[in-house]
């Protein structure tokens, strides 16, 4: 049987990687987009899937799209926004667009790919957090906020799920080489890499990969749980 599966924010970085990495492993893929629809589109035709814009802040957006695509078995919540501020610079309007992103688009597209899952009594979702949601990080409370959310999130769906045969996992990836941190300038790509054990920055396949394996049979034991993938950072 093929399994057929959702990436949000799959137009680029962390969410291509995933979208390739599980087609690569024989599912069906719907890549969500929001704003690079080029971008989705070619992913897409590379493998062989389709691409769906919708904004997962929007409610109503993630219910039109799960009626045009269908029920889902794995479901890979990436999408997601990033933003550099001190905290007495970061507005109401700033925190709510960091949560609405980044928790309410995991809520919103969870709950729609919940209930074919608990009928088919098999399902995977995987959300991607982030080093800083484990640790925070200066500058980036609300960020850091968000993706720190994202693992109580896990943790509890994790447990309400698990008797459905569903496993909720999360993925908390360090330093990428991404456009998110394209902003960063050498210097502090330099230290960041110097600061890993590994001595190197991540790459999307790097979390692909971990993907990949949570959303296989070889993971069916597994769920709860938050996979750092960093490279050992901080060192």
């Not at 597209?109 to 608990?118: G, K, L, Q, S």
């Not at 980036?140 to 799920?161: M, P």
């Not at 008797?163 to 330093?175: E, H, L, Q």
Request: aromatic content about 6%; overall charge negative; proline content about 3%.
């Amino acid at each position: 049987m093929v399994r057929r599966a959702l990436i949000t924010g799959g137009s680029r970085g962390i969410g291509a990687a995933c979208a390739r990495a599980l087609a690569a492993a024989g599912m069906d893929v719907t890549v969500n987009y929001a704003v690079n629809g080029g971008k989705a589109a070619q992913v897409a035709r590379e493998i062989g899937g389709q691409a769906f814009m919708a904004d997962v802040s929007d409610q109503r957006a993630v219910n039109e799209m799960f009626q045009c695509v269908g029920d889902v078995d794995v479901l890979v919540c990436n999408a997601g926004i990033a933003m550099q501020k001190l905290f007495t610079d970061t507005t109401a309007e700033d925190w709510r667009k960091v949560f609405s992103v980044n928790v309410d688009g995991v809520y919103n597209t969870c709950y729609c790919a919940v209930p074919h899952m608990i009928r088919n009594h098999w399902g995977r979702i995987i959300i991607i957090s982030s080093i800083w949601g484990r640790m925070g990080a200066s500058c980036e409370v609300a960020y850091s906020a968000s993706k720190a959310a994202l693992i109580g999130f896990t943790q509890a769906l994790s447990r309400e799920l698990g008797p459905s045969g569903i496993t909720v996992n999360c993925v908390a990836p360090g330093v990428i080489d991404t456009d998110m941190n394209k902003r960063l300038s050498d210097d502090v790509l330099n230290e960041l890499k110097e600061s890993t054990p590994l001595m190197r920055i991540g790459t999307p396949e790097d979390v692909a990969n971990t993907v990949t394996f949570l959303a296989s049979e070889e993971a069916s034991f597994i769920t709860g749980q938050t996979l750092g993938v960093d490279g050992g950072f901080p060192g």
